[in-house]
């Protein structure tokens, strides 16, 4: 049945493959493999909080998988959950310290900071308060940045990423 499961999903049978994936669990609830076809199922069909439960019961059964709390942070970020997508991604790296896509989604959330920090600078007038604001901003923003060289910086380290250099 978990075979059946494999290649309804392969072929894109969403319903099919769910139902013999129920099937399946009922006989290996615990089967890591399972779990993870049918969080890749509901991730195919957008039911981002089913993935995330299913995700969650994977890390259950496999609590050292850097990939699974990466995915965590990625569905997490998707549905606006920053702070937990963060914790994610550092979990994924803590695990794996040379995990190159969890240093990049990491920076990337952390620079999504600075569009909001952008727009409010460009709003501000000439005031003395404007002014003091504007400054603060300003620091605000390069903490953003500063924040970020460590994981660029290892990221460098990891294979001289061009990206990184960037």
């Known amino acids: ?3 059946i499961a494999l290649i309804y999903a392969k072929q894109g049978k969403t319903d099919k493959a769910l139902e013999a994936v129920k099937e399946a669990r009922l006989a290996n609830p615990d089967d890591l493999n399972l779990i993870l076809t049918a969080a890749e199922i509901y991730i195919k069909l957008g039911e ?3 993935f995330k439960e299913l995700i969650s019961q994977a890390i259950e059964k496999d609590p050292n998988n ?3 709390y990466f995915n965590l942070g990625v569905v997490n970020n998707d549905l606006g959950d920053s702070e937990s997508a963060r914790g994610f991604y550092e979990k994924a790296i803590e695990l794996d310290p040379s995990y190159e896509t969890a240093y990049f989604n990491l920076t990337s959330l952390i620079l999504s900071g600075e569009s909001a920090i952008v727009d409010e600078m460009n709003s501000l007038g000439t005031s003395r308060a404007d002014n003091a604001r504007y400054d603060t901003l300003k620091l605000n923003r390069e903490a953003l940045y500063l924040e970020c060289v460590p994981l660029l910086n290892k990221l460098i380290d ?8 960037q």
Do not use: F, H, R, W
């Open 66 to 68: 850097a990939i699974l």
């Open 158 to 165: 990891l294979n001289k990423n061009v990206e990184a250099i």
């Open 48 to 50: 981002k909080e089913k």
């Open 1 to 3: 049945v978990k075979n």
